[in-house]
Every structure is written in C-alpha cells, then in structure tokens.
C-alpha cells in the first residue's frame, strides 16, 4: 500500500523555523519526485516546492523562495520540508505528494498520486 506519513508542524511566533517531514511507506519514496502543497484556511490547495526525483533540481513558488528548503532526509525514504522567517501568511496545511507513475516533479495537484496526511503549521504572536 503506497502511503505517505508526515510529521513537524505546530504553532510558532513569526521568524522561527520548522522542518516538516515526509516518510514513505510500502515503497522507496528515494526514488520518486517529491512536492509540498499548503491549504490555507478558505482557499485552495497550492503549490510550495517540489525535488528532483535524481534530487538535481529544486523548485520553489515566489511566495516562499529563498525563507524554504527542500531536500532529502539523512533517513532513508524521507523528505524534509524547512520552513524558515515563518510569516503569518505561512499559516496552513501542508501536504506532501508524489507519484509513483511519474518521476516529474509538476505544479499542479492533478499530477499527485498520492498525498501525505497534512500537518498544520500555524504562525502566530
């Protein structure tokens, strides 16, 4: 059964950091191109980052370029999401994907296979 699991998360002030964590199982997510989404409150879900599937390219939406970072976990089968200079508009639930019929990393949710849970990440004083 392909199933992502997601951990990190939580409430912070603005200017901290978080690292979300996404784990496959049932299969080797090492393989595979892995993105992040967000949900905020009342909106639909969009695109954050997403890594290479040989994790030679990294991707990133404006809004979050430069303060995120995604790569590879020193666990086997893992993907990590760093959240940093968290901002109020940050505030959301991320979601982890991939797709196990396609190694392309891709924008769109209509290319997701398979999400993780989702993992709320609130910013605020």
């Known amino acids: 059964q392909v199933q992502l699991v997601q951990s990190g998360g939580g409430l912070v002030q603005p200017g901290v950091y978080l690292t979300l964590i996404c784990a496959s199982s049932g299969f080797a997510l090492d393989v595979y191109a892995v993105g992040w989404f967000l949900q905020a409150p009342g909106k639909e879900r969009e695109w954050v980052s997403c890594?290479?599937?040989?994790?030679?390219?990294?991707v990133y939406a404006h809004s979050v370029k430069g303060r995120f970072t995604i790569a590879r976990g020193t666990v086997k089968n893992t993907v990590f999401l760093r959240l940093n200079d968290l901002r109020s508009e940050d505030t959301a639930v991320y979601f982890c994907?991939?797709?196990?019929?396609?190694?392309?990393?891709?924008?769109?949710?209509?290319?997701?296979?398979?999400w993780g849970q989702g993992t709320h990440v609130t910013v605020s004083t």
């Open positions: 890594l290479s599937e040989n994790n030679d390219n990294t």
């Open positions: 994907e991939t797709n196990i019929s396609d190694y392309l990393c891709s924008p769109s949710s209509n290319d997701v296979g398979s």
